[in-house]
């Protein structure tokens, strides 16, 4: 499975759009790259899965650049309830190993 | 909410004891997957049950072991329980395409060891 790299925390301010990049150089041809969003004390939640090039759903987008061997989240004029950590996932079927994830603080 | 249940929401129990976790998948979903996320650190993968069968395991010593039965309902079995196995279990059951899956996850059961 690909390892992945990302930042262990970022700090953002209301209404500001957000980045987070993954790194995962070794990614595999049937990876897919699914992003997490995780509160204190509940299951990781379901923002956002692709493969190539850009998806967008309705809380965020995901860029995906050729090489796939990095990957952005984005989440858009964020507010203080967006303040949590982040996961990024590379895996084929059947595993999913997590990272220690971003951990993003957005301020008033 | 993803439709993934799991009981109980918290639990107590002391070192050398067994305890039994439960999960109920999202209708529809017939693979399952269980997590423990130690408190600061992301989820680290168990087992993974696909049609009552495990279907992939990772790390874990075989005191942890699971159940999935007919309806897809899933148990997590711990015996011997250990100081470090104090953390968040978590249950994932899995929607699956033609290219890929996507798993979602229930609430989590908080186990405390003393």
């Known amino acids: 499975l690909a390892k992945t790299t990302q930042p262990i925390s970022m700090d953002s301010y209301e209404g500001q759009e957000v980045n987070i990049t993954c790194s995962h150089n070794?990614?595999?041809?049937?990876?897919?790259i699914t992003w997490y969003q995780q509160f204190p004390s509940q299951g990781p939640r379901f923002i956002i899965q692709?493969?190539?090039t850009k998806v967008t759903n309705e809380v965020a987008s995901l860029f995906i650049p050729a090489d796939r061997k990095s990957s952005t989240l984005s989440l858009p004029r964020v507010s203080l309830s967006d303040t949590a950590v982040y996961y990024c996932?590379?895996?084929?079927?059947?595993?999913?190993?997590f990272g220690a994830g971003t951990r993003l603080t957005v301020k008033p | 909410e993803t439709g993934v249940t799991q009981s109980p929401t918290h639990l107590i129990k002391t070192r050398g004891q067994q305890v039994t976790l439960r999960c109920s998948s999202q209708?529809?979903?017939?693979?399952v997957s269980w997590y423990q996320q130690a408190l600061g650190q992301g989820p680290q993968f168990i087992f993974q049950?696909?049609?009552?069968?495990?279907?992939g395991r990772g790390n874990f010593p075989p005191r942890f072991s699971g159940l999935q039965f007919p309806n897809y309902s899933s148990e997590l079995n711990v015996n011997a329980l250990e100081l470090d196995d104090s953390a968040l279990y978590l249950c994932?059951?899995?929607?699956?395409?033609?290219?890929?899956?996507?798993?979602?996850f229930g609430p989590g059961t908080r186990l405390t060891v003393l």
């Open positions: 994932a059951s899995t929607s699956w395409t033609r290219d890929t899956d996507t798993q979602y």
């Open positions: 070794n990614i595999a041809t049937n990876d897919y």
């Open positions: 692709g493969y190539k």
């Open positions: 996932l590379v895996a084929g079927f059947h595993d999913m190993r």
């Open positions: 209708s529809g979903h017939n693979t």
């Open positions: 049950y696909y049609r009552e069968e495990e279907n």
